[in-house]
Antibody, heavy 121, light 110 residues
Framework: EVPLVESGGGLVKPGGSLRLSCAASGFTFRNAWMSWVRQAPGKGLEWVGRIKSSSDGGTTDHAAPVKGRFTISREDSKNTLYLQMNSLKTEDTAVYYC????????????WGQGTLVTVSS | QSVLTQPPSASGTPGQRVTISCSGSSSNIGTNYVYWYQQLPGTAPKLLIYRNNQRPSGVPDRFSGSKSGTSASLAISGLRSEDEADYYCAAWDDSLSGWVFGGGTKLTVL
């Protein structure tokens, strides 16, 4: 059973915005650190960023290519993770996966099935 | 260009043992744990090895991981057709303050 379901992907023009959601179940979401990882078509994996659990401060870290454009947030009452993407570029085209970050070293454990974001005019 | 370096491809025949390498630096593999992920065609990545050489429950003991210095390896013994997939290594990078991945290795079972 996959406890993570992403949604919100689609086609958007360069410079546009999109918000992805990740619905979690089967674990205590409020205690979990979460990440977004993306994969451009035919390419490898790239970490987008992460958010700590609320009890650990709920702060975020974003990778350099998306810093200032993307924002990760969470709504524990809805067991949902978000990725707000602004000023989108064609190179942001990718499948976006949400993942749990497990253990003290916060590695990627469970993965969702991914949602495709296509940035094109 | 990926921070961690993997060979783009590897191959083997059923029953063989294959290894996939992952090379990094002192700020990532040299200091932190290495993780391996298996991505079957058309599916999401799946955790295969964590903390250099630990297998999650359900992962066959045909898969093993090791680390030495700034390099790591994934070994697959008793190769099977269902092992045909892309394999990625990952590690936290202290200099970048973020997770880095290898470019992935496509394993073909001949």
């Amino acid at each position: 059973e996959v406890p993570l379901v992403e949604s919100g992907g689609g086609l958007v023009k360069p410079g546009g915005s999109l918000r992805l959601s990740c619905a979690a179940s089967g674990f205590t979401f409020r205690n979990a650190w979460m990440s977004w990882v993306r994969q451009a078509p035919g390419k490898g994996l790239e970490w987008v960023g992460r958010i700590k659990s609320s009890s650990d401060g709920g702060t975020t870290d974003h990778a350099a290519p998306v810093k200032g454009r993307f924002t990760i947030s969470r709504e524990d009452s809805k067991n949902t993770l978000y990725l707000q993407m602004n000023s989108l570029k064609t190179e942001d085209t990718a499948v976006y996966y949400c993942t749990t970050n497990s253990g003290s070293d916060r590695y990627f454990d469970y993965w969702g099935q991914g949602t495709l974001v296509t940035v094109s005019s | 260009q990926s921070v961690l370096t993997q060979p783009p491809s590897a191959s083997g025949t059923p029953g063989q043992r294959v290894t996939i390498s992952c090379s990094g630096s002192s700020s990532n593999i040299g200091t932190n744990y290495v993780y391996w992920y298996q991505q079957l065609p058309g599916t999401a990545p799946k955790l295969l090895i964590y903390r250099n050489n630990q297998r999650p429950s359900g992962v066959p003991d045909r898969f093993s991981g090791s680390k030495s210095g700034t390099s790591a390896s994934l070994a697959i013994s008793g190769l099977r057709s269902e092992d045909e997939a892309d394999y990625y290594c990952a590690a936290w990078d202290d200099s970048l303050s973020g997770w880095v991945f290898g470019g992935g290795t496509k394993l073909t079972v001949l």
